[in-house]
């Protein structure tokens, strides 16, 4: 899948596959899983988060997130870089497969990354990223 939005381009008509075209990149959901910790951010705020996700990839993130309704931005008549991004509903909606992924990771993978974080209830599950 390019990270293009004019060049969209669906592996499958299965759903499944169809929302991993979107979201199943290292980074996409790691954009959402902030804006739900956080409410707003701006490009450099996206920047400090301690998983140091390129500049030119962000970009790529941020401009493929929003061209797919995930995630908008503040002023939509200001520069996308000088800017701040929220959450739509869509990307809203994203919320229980974050927790969930966060719970699955908890289960099956703490005993490979004996660093993890545990979420200490759901309320906080975006918010681990920051404890590390």
């Avoid at 596959?17 to 959402?32: A, E, H, Q, R």
């Avoid at 998983?51 to 929003?66: D, G, S």
């Avoid at 974050?98 to 918010?127: C, F, P, R």
Wanted: glycine share 4%; hydrophobic share 40%.
């Amino acid at each position: 899948m390019s990270t293009d939005p004019e060049m969209l381009d669906w592996r499958s008509v299965c759903p499944i596959s169809s929302g991993l075209d979107i979201l199943g990149d290292k980074w996409s959901l790691l954009i959402v899983r902030d804006l739900h910790s956080h409410g707003t951010l701006t490009y450099s705020e996206f920047l400090e988060a301690p998983e140091h996700i390129a500049t030119n990839i962000l970009a790529a993130r941020l401009r493929l997130l929003t061209f797919v309704g995930v995630i908008e931005r503040t002023d939509p008549r200001a520069a996308a870089r000088n800017n701040a991004y929220r959450l739509t509903t869509s990307g809203k909606a994203l919320r229980p497969v974050l927790e969930e992924l966060g719970k699955w990771s908890e289960a099956y993978l703490k005993t490979l990354n004996t660093d993890m974080v545990h979420i200490v209830n759901q309320a906080s599950v975006t918010q681990t990223h920051h404890q590390a």
